[in-house]
């Protein structure tokens, strides 16, 4: 029904809108007598083989859906009820910030493909924890980041603002210094910085008494000696791990009218490439740390891939906008049927 009615007519108004709309309609459907029950029954894969245990946490399947889908933690509840066995909110800064001008979200349908230039576009890391005190049994992570405003030589105490904000209510953390719409971020990507940041991270963590894992989110359009550096400092600093990738900026085999657009892109010409970074990582590394890999995931083909690669866990994004809440799913079944 997703493909044939529901996904036309949705692809007929801007992309924004239509996000927020969904958002609306999952909220008003799921408060329905007896809807999230149908919706569990209808989507969600329930199995004990497909339990994964990852940086110390149990996840109830290895499918999650990606941070910027739920910036702002209002809809976690009703997205677990489509399968996902977990999900990532955010990206959070310290003080809510519009992002950058509309129009800023653009369908590639020729490419299956989104570019967005939100800009971390959220209400605020305290108006999230607000909505996260509510969480009984959704495993969350929280996806930090800085404010446009904040340089980056100040950039260190915008994450720290967010993990201290988020620690109590999230599950794990993802630093990300990836996103190619805040001026400037990814130069945080660079050696010195990175290592700076993450140590500081580790450093407060390593005070609590039951520290969080930390994971680091990079972009796919790092060089070889790049992604050498990102394991150096990941295994130096002994963080719990990384998630790749992030959107790109190549706007290489595109054939949208879209396709100039500035910002990152996502969905089905990143899913090589994402999948080259997990396999570089793993290989090069050695196993050193569990990778969750996220790009171009479209179908259960496309996530085995990941998974085959060195993945220990999947994210989606712009697949579950192309392919609805069966791809989530279909995902799990596949995994059923291989007995991975």
Known sequence: MYQKLIKPLLF?????????????????LSALPFASVV????YQVKDPRLERKVFGLTFPNPVGLAAGFDKNAVLYKELSNFGFGFIEIGTLTPKGQPGNPKKRLFRLQEDEAIINRMGFN???????VKRLKKNTHVLIGGNIGKNKVTPNEEAVNDYIYCFNALFDYVDYF??????????NLRALQDKEPLTHLLSTLKDLNDKKEQPKPILLKIAPDLSDDQLLDIIDIVTTVKIDGVIATNTTLSREGLQS????EMGGLSGKPLTQRSTEVIRFLVEKS????PIIGVGG?????????????GAALVQLYTGFVYEGPAAVRNINRALLKRNF
């Not at 919706?39 to 209808?42: D, F, G, Y």
């Not at 993802?174 to 719409?181: C, F, K, Q, W």
């Not at 995931?297 to 690669?309: N, Q, R, S």
């Open 174 to 183: 993802v630093v990300n210094v990836s996103s190619p719409n805040t001026p």
């Open 286 to 289: 050695n196993h050193a740390f």
């Open 122 to 128: 959220n209400e605020g890391v305290d108006d999230a």
């Open 39 to 42: 919706i569990r029954a209808l």
């Open 297 to 309: 995931i479209h179908t259960p083909e496309d996530a085995l891939e990941k998974l085959d690669a």
């Open 257 to 260: 009218k879209h396709k100039t």
């Open 12 to 28: 007929r108004f801007d992309p924004e809108r239509v996000h927020y709309f969904t958002f609306s309609l999952i909220k008003f």
